[in-house]
């Protein structure tokens, strides 16, 4: 399709989305990168964020927990270790889940027990933001 990119989010279990889109915004290691049909050939490593595509005027949000891209002008292609989709995320659990990283966080520890308490809190409130914002457009 002229115009579009085909983009696929694949996690070690299932393809979690194969969409043409117009536009599509990943959480780079270096940096939040852009890309649009037509674009170079690159790769890329994902942190922890906010994957964003657009579809005409509707863009969707899906959470991305580490992994990687590989661009093409006509293609996107996300390998990551953990993805869900805005709308798929339990807010609740999303909420007891920053909850806990934070106690987590509080209790102190080691540094390595540290370090993986402020990952869990990164994506704990990651997901609750997509799950807030998932919310209100539904509902609005």
């Known amino acids: 399709m002229a115009g579009k990119l085909l983009l ?45 595509y657009r579809v005409g005027e509707v863009t969707s949000h899906m959470s991305v927990l580490w992994g990687f891209a590989q661009v093409t002008p006509t293609r996107v292609t996300i390998l990551a270790e953990i993805a869900e989709k805005a709308e798929d995320i339990d807010i609740e659990r999303a909420e007891a889940a920053v909850a806990k990283a934070q106690r987590r966080l509080e209790v102190g520890g080691l540094p390595s027990e540290l370090k993986e308490a402020q990952i869990s809190l990164e994506k704990a409130r990651l997901r609750k933001k997509l799950a807030e914002r998932a919310r209100r457009s539904s509902s609005g």
């Open 8 to 52: 696929e989010v694949v996690t070690p279990d299932h393809l979690l989305l194969s969409q043409q889109v117009d536009e599509v915004i990943a959480p780079g290691t270096e940096g939040e990168f852009g890309v649009l049909p037509g674009h170079a050939h690159f790769l890329s490593t994902l942190t922890i964020g906010d994957l964003r």
